[in-house]
């Protein structure tokens, strides 16, 4: 079947369901850059950096900044790194849910939710299926936004931070670090409802 108009979308949740899902992508994309920005605090020769955020996933560039951030002052700074992190790994999880999995349509006589069907790396044939009706994934837009700007505060902060002269001088302001954004929940696995069981008789 060739569609001539918008949208073509047969997914439970509809019209709503994809602006939803367009919002998380674009704050997605600009956590991204954030984390381009962060990254750029810890390697100073742009041609290295440039490569190695090219050539590196998401996950790598991640465990890349927690070995440069181990000597990272004071102390509430590399905590505060740590949490940003932290925050980017779970939005990257949440990411390649609701951007690599599949509609799963329910049967008429279940529960109308939107389910994800999406394979297991390292289980081929198998299948996860998670819930992700449209207030968790505007839900986890607005978390892909606040981890966004938590990264740019964290980059502030440290260039903030190098302006000032240690020992602390009469007049010099420290600098505060970001407020930390709350961990949004991984999305859940899908539960089937249990089917009732048989009514026993008497003999």
Same mark, same amino acid.
């Given at each position: ?94 990411? =390649?849910?609701?951007?690599?999995? $599949?509609?799963?349509?329910?049967? !008429? +006589? /279940?529960?109308?939710? *939107? ?30 936004? =606040?981890?966004?700007?938590?990264? $740019?505060?964290?980059?502030?902060? !440290? +260039? /903030?931070?190098?302006? *000032? ?39």
């Amino acid at each position: 079947m060739i569609r001539t108009e918008w949208p073509p979308s047969e997914m439970p949740g509809g019209d709503e369901y994809l602006i939803a899902l367009g919002a998380f992508v674009l704050h997605y994309n600009e956590a991204e850059m954030a984390l381009w920005t962060f990254f750029q605090l810890f390697i100073d020769k742009s041609e290295a950096r440039d490569f190695l955020f090219d050539n590196l996933h998401n996950r790598e560039r991640v465990d890349l900044i927690k070995i440069f951030a181990q000597d990272a002052s004071p102390e509430a700074f590399r905590d505060a790194i740590i949490y940003g992190l932290s925050c980017f790994d779970r939005l990257c999880e949440n990411r =390649n849910i609701l951007l690599h999995g $599949f509609a799963d349509h329910p049967a !008429a +006589d /279940e529960p109308l939710d *939107v389910r994800l069907l999406k394979r297991r790396a390292n289980s081929p044939g198998t299948l996860n299926v998670y819930v992700a009706p449209r207030d968790t994934v505007r839900a986890n837009a607005v978390f892909a936004e =606040n981890v966004k700007w938590y990264l $740019f505060g964290l980059s502030h902060y !440290a +260039d /903030e931070k190098s302006k *000032v002269t240690w020992p602390i001088s009469a007049g010099s302001t420290i600098p505060e670090l970001p407020p930390r954004p709350p961990r949004q929940d991984k999305l859940s696995l899908y539960k089937p409802p249990k089917a009732p069981e048989p009514e026993t008789r008497p003999a």
